[in-house]
């Protein structure tokens, strides 16, 4: 398998998250000096409100670029092994992480969170507990995968027509969560789109595989679209 990345955006994000970590630390600390020595209430309550915005901005940064794995480091390391027919293209496309395969395309929504999650057709909930209660202003939400995942199909699917008018490329899409099992329970019922451990991923990628393959034709042209647009 071949992987491609784009690590100028990966370094950006880790940049931007130092920066807006580093400002919404000095806009708190300097809400703090102003409220002991000047006692201005509005530039006080400004720059704390400013700086915890900042701040969780860093943080929300912080977890998708600098904390490893990553989400495209997770997804490289399960999916090795397959031949040079696949391509996993990570955040050059409209969809953040994308294989394509010789029967298709395959693009995958990564969560990283744990604990009790379950799914129900397009509804998700995610338990609260005292942890996640002590972590709220480090750990991003869950929000809706499934909905996440239907909007990269859609554009992921505008994207194919634009390079490949003439084909008909399925799109398979994928819920993906990297924590180790013993970290989160996965409560899935009737899923609007298919929800699985990372574990589980390249079985399922390895039937998808074995599907009748596109005509070379189809598979040239979007080659040549992923190779326009990453450069590679």
Not at 76 to 92: E, I, S, T
Not at 105 to 124: C, D, P, Q
Request: aromatic share 8%; no cysteine.
């Amino acid at each position: 398998m071949q992987t491609v990345t784009n690590m100028k955006l990966v370094e950006q994000g880790k940049q931007l998250g130092k920066i807006t970590s580093l400002a919404g630390l000095i806009m708190l600390i300097g809400s703090m000096v102003i409220a002991f020595v000047t006692k201005q209430v509005v530039i006080t309550y400004g720059l704390l409100i400013f700086g915890f915005i900042l701040s969780n901005i860093g943080i929300y940064l912080a977890n998708r670029w600098t904390r490893e794995p990553r989400a495209d480091q997770a997804l490289d390391k399960v999916l090795r092994g397959f031949d040079d027919q696949y391509w996993l293209v990570n955040y050059h496309l409209p969809a953040s992480h994308v294989l394509l395969m010789p029967s298709g395309l395959a693009h995958f929504v990564v969560k990283a969170h744990t604990g009790e999650i379950s799914n129900n057709g397009n509804r998700w909930h995610h338990r609260l507990t005292i942890g996640r209660i002590l972590r709220f202003l480090v750990d991003e939400g869950l929000g809706n995968p499934t909905r996440e995942a239907q909007q990269e199909a859609k554009i992921l699917q505008q994207f194919v027509n634009k390079y490949v008018p003439e084909g008909n490329v399925p799109i398979y899409s994928f819920i993906v969560f990297t924590a180790p099992e013993e970290k989160v329970k996965l409560q899935v019922t009737n899923p609007a789109v298919p929800v699985l451990q990372l574990g589980s991923l390249k079985e399922r990628i390895r039937k998808l595989g074995k599907s009748k393959p596109l005509p070379a034709e189809t598979q040239r042209q979007l080659l040549a679209a992923i190779s326009n647009v990453t450069g590679q």
